[in-house]
């Protein structure tokens, strides 16, 4: 089976704002069942300490103002909000969004660090007014690279907004390196075929990252944006509590990775 590579355009014959607007009805629906397979169960806290180490060694120690894309339902930008940094967390799934507010509204009430969430393109971030005008000193992103319509254009949009000398910190894995299975099973609002409807062949091909082989698509995604110190670290970690605990439904789990790179100085 032939794959697209990460320098592809997206495919002429779809249109970006209607496949954008299926992505985020599909994660709409999936939104209350993906938020409560991430912070419940006796998996929860092995994960978060986990994240919480991932994020941490990403960053360093010095607060930063940070932009979280592709947030989902809050998790890592609540992460990294417990870590002391001032975090905007961006997502175009209303879905996802309400889930990430209703948790961020508890930790207010609660006296916890949360972050702040505006709903806006993980590709153009630039166009939404409510992240500010005060350059970012990181990116951050989980799980959102595979699926981003143009991932070379989504970098160089995230490193504009960033100070020269910032990070771009992205974790992901090689999720479907044979092709999406569209038989799979999830728990979602819309069916359990909800998954397959939304990744089909047409959306296969307009996702270059989508059906990727390794981690060196991701390293030539960072390069191609100009980013400089690109390096790859596995999180071994992931693969150990997927062993003891099980994936969620429809997954395999797959080696994940840690991606960093550097917005240049000049």
């Avoid at 009805?25 to 991932?54: C, F, I, K, S």
């Avoid at 007014?129 to 350059?135: L, N, S, Y």
Wanted: hydrophobic content about 40%; overall charge negative; aromatic content about 6%.
């Amino acid at each position: 089976m032939s794959h697209t590579t990460a320098a592809e355009p997206i495919a002429e014959q779809v249109d970006a704002a209607a496949l954008q607007a299926r992505l985020d009805e599909y994660w709409t629906g999936r939104a209350a069942a993906y938020h409560r397979r991430q912070v419940e169960g006796e998996r929860a806290a092995l994960d978060r300490d986990l994240w919480t180490r991932v994020w941490r060694g990403a960053l360093g120690p010095r607060p930063l103002r940070v932009l979280d894309v592709g947030t989902g339902s809050g998790y890592v930008a609540h992460v990294l909000a417990e870590l002391g940094h001032d975090v905007v967390g961006l997502d175009s799934a209303d879905g996802m969004l309400a889930e990430a507010r209703r948790d961020a509204d508890e930790r207010r009430r609660d006296d916890r660090p949360a972050a702040r969430f505006v709903r806006g393109d993980a590709v153009r971030p630039g166009d939404t007014d409510e992240i500010g005008h005060t350059p970012f000193d990181a990116v951050t992103s989980r799980w959102l690279l595979w699926t981003l319509r143009d991932p070379v254009d989504a970098v160089r949009a995230w490193s504009a907004l960033v100070r020269p000398g910032g990070t771009i910190a992205c974790v992901d894995a090689n999720w479907y390196p044979d092709g999406i299975d569209r038989g799979v099973a999830v728990e979602s609002a819309d069916g359990p075929d909800a998954f397959g409807r939304t990744y089909d062949l047409s959306a296969e091909a307009a996702l270059p990252l989508a059906t990727s082989a390794d981690a060196d698509a991701f390293v030539d995604v960072f390069r191609a944006a100009g980013l400089v110190d690109v390096a790859t670290t596995p999180i071994h970690e992931v693969a150990e509590l997927d062993r003891r605990f099980g994936v969620s439904p429809g997954h395999e789990s797959r080696p994940q990775h840690l991606v960093t790179g550097r917005v240049p100085l000049t």
